[in-house]
């Protein structure tokens, strides 16, 4: 069973040492709005591939493109602002250490930062989504297992404040997918438990902070 370091919203000053190398896992996850540099460095450290998607406190990554190792933007060679070596899946389908994910990054948009949508944007993009991961099932026979996103799905351990409203169109994205878990951040519990939610085959975590986790 593939184990994960699985990463959010707060950096954890223990693990961004060489005693995050204790740590025996198959890969690093992140649901966004963490310092990319902290990412590259536990994927580094724990030489494992790292999986992420952006939170709305993370830097624009819509644009690029990379060719054999080289990023491009416009047209022009440039250096990626995202983590080195991590695997970007906003709005794609991925294979990872064996896992299936499907992303969507991003929060309910609140001001004019980056990775910010409104809930129409969002739920067209997580139509988008759907058709890909419904076209890599039919090539391959696989289904996605992990829906990685920033925000909650509305209501669904969101918070009434505007920032932090969850999206509506997760509710669809979980009924049609039915990955094993929906995993996000964006939600700090500031000490309170927070306890996961179940919607039909689907397990919903809150990850924020750092937790360890196998899938099986």
């Known amino acids: 069973m593939p184990k994960a370091l699985v990463v959010a919203d707060e950096v954890d000053e223990r693990l961004w040492t060489d005693a995050v190398r204790t740590c025996a896992v198959d890969l690093v996850i992140g649901a966004g709005d963490l310092p990319y540099d902290y990412l590259a460095f536990?994927?580094?450290a724990l030489d494992a591939p790292c999986v992420f998607v952006p939170g709305n406190h993370d830097p624009d990554l819509s644009g690029y493109t990379r060719y054999g190792g080289l990023s491009m933007k416009?047209?022009?060679?440039?250096?990626?602002?995202?983590?080195?070596?991590?695997?970007?899946?906003?709005?794609?389908?991925?294979?990872v250490a064996g896992i299936?994910?499907?992303?969507?990054?991003?929060s309910i948009r609140y001001n004019d930062g980056?990775?910010?949508?409104?809930q129409r944007q969002q739920a067209r993009r997580a139509r988008g989504l759907v058709r890909r991961a419904k076209w890599r099932r039919r090539r391959d026979g696989r289904d996605v297992d992990i829906l990685l996103t920033h925000s909650p799905p509305l209501d669904l351990g969101d918070r009434p404040d505007p920032p932090h409203r969850g999206f509506a169109c997760l509710h669809r994205t979980i009924d049609v997918l039915r990955p094993k878990w929906l995993l996000h951040g964006h939600i700090h519990p500031h000490g309170e438990p927070v306890p996961d939610r179940v919607v039909g085959e689907t397990r919903i975590r809150n990850v924020v902070g750092h937790r360890i986790m196998e899938f099986s």
Do not use: E, M, Y
């Open 100 to 106: 299936r994910f499907a992303g969507l990054g991003g």
């Open 74 to 95: 416009d047209g022009f060679p440039t250096v990626w602002p995202g983590p080195a070596g991590g695997v970007n899946a906003d709005g794609r389908v991925v294979d």
């Open 114 to 118: 980056p990775n910010q949508w409104t």
């Open 42 to 44: 536990l994927a580094s």
